[in-house]
């Protein structure tokens, strides 16, 4: 949209790390929107900042492109730690939560075979999967973005994107978010290759991978399989990212699967993410014809090949058990059902 003039661009300020003898700057750790914007931009202006990373692929842009540069020092932003809960309550249900997310990463392990390639999000869901991934062999990654828990298995030899049929030899991404492990990792590192994100994320291309496995999540689940990712109700929660982008392309992969985790209640445990109908006013993210794997701490379970009704069935087991009567119970009204 940036390059077809739908969102015009005016001025684009970025971060790019010191030229080198040839004037190319590195977008560095923030490709993703932020070139194509730049190469759409009437005025760049551009932050010199010898602590960025310079990151390799088609992550760079020339100082004749820059209107105006600032030469400033300071270090990349860092991910926190997740901040632990401090009452009694607070930490019950932190611990269950996070109890919950690696049960959750077990079985999303379960269905990553060796020489997979994947795409991972960010936060807790995704770190678990990564800590179930330390006897697989030779993984690979297209993915948007990637933190230091992919680092950990690049060193230990998991990942290395050796068995991978398109970009063999390279871990393909848009954006890094993470610690200055991650940062000085990636730094001239000819093994990560960084794109736009209308490379990255393009189903063609991704689907170009065999053995894609994507990992998304989302907040509610009805028991037609539709997926509302970045709504509650009629609420804008979050953005879409490439959830659709990834569930399509590992559809056209050989091989490919496409996974959504998602913890089985929100709220305290006082709700269920899975339910008979999606909130009123909920926008659909993910159309029921495109999910394949549904996976919460409860288990797995594969909508592919199944009728309507027995893929509410399977919703249904993986649901929390405190709500399964209830969901059973409307499953019965529900006469598409």
Not at 23 to 43: H, L, M, N, Q, W
Not at 56 to 65: M, T
Not at 294 to 314: N, P, W
């Amino acid at each position: 949209m940036f390059i077809d003039r739908i969102l015009p661009v005016d001025v684009t300020m970025c971060q790019l790390s010191p030229p080198d003898e040839n004037g190319y700057c590195s977008f560095g750790i923030s490709v993703d929107y932020t070139k194509p914007a730049a190469e759409s931009s009437r005025i760049v202006i551009a932050q010199i900042n010898e602590q960025m990373p310079r990151t390799l692929g088609d992550s760079f842009i020339h100082v004749s492109q820059l209107d105006y540069i600032v030469e400033y020092n300071e270090p990349i932003l860092e991910l926190g730690a997740p901040t632990e809960a401090q009452s009694e309550a607070e930490k019950e249900l932190y611990v269950a939560r996070v109890v919950a997310e690696m049960d959750i990463g077990g079985y999303c392990a379960e269905l990553i075979d060796d020489g997979a390639c994947l795409q991972l999000g960010i936060g807790a869901i995704p770190d678990a999967v990564l800590s179930f991934l330390g006897d697989k062999k030779d993984l690979g990654i297209h993915t948007e973005m990637f933190s230091d828990g992919v680092v950990d298995l690049i060193n230990k030899g998991v990942i290395t994107c050796a068995r991978k049929n398109f970009n063999p030899g390279k871990a393909v991404a848009n954006f890094l978010m993470g610690t200055r492990k991650l940062y000085d990792f990636v730094h001239n590192n000819p093994f990560v290759e960084m794109h736009p994100v209308y490379y990255t994320n393009d189903p063609c291309i991704i689907g170009q991978n065999d053995n894609m496995v994507a990992i998304n999540s989302c907040l509610q689940v009805d028991l037609l399989g539709q997926v509302a990712s970045d709504t509650i109700g009629s609420i804008q929660f979050s953005g879409v990212g490439g959830q659709v982008d990834f569930v399509r392309g590992s559809s056209r992969s050989r091989g490919g699967k496409s996974i959504l985790a998602f913890p089985s209640t929100a709220g305290g445990d006082k709700l269920s993410r899975i339910v008979p109908r999606l909130d009123e006013g909920a926008a659909v993210t993910t159309s029921r014809n495109d999910v394949h794997y549904f996976v919460t701490e409860h288990g797995i379970a594969d909508m592919r090949g199944k009728s309507i009704r027995e893929r509410a069935v399977a919703l249904i087991s993986i649901a929390h058990p405190d709500f399964r009567e209830q969901l059973t119970r409307e499953l019965s009204r529900m006469s598409v059902l």
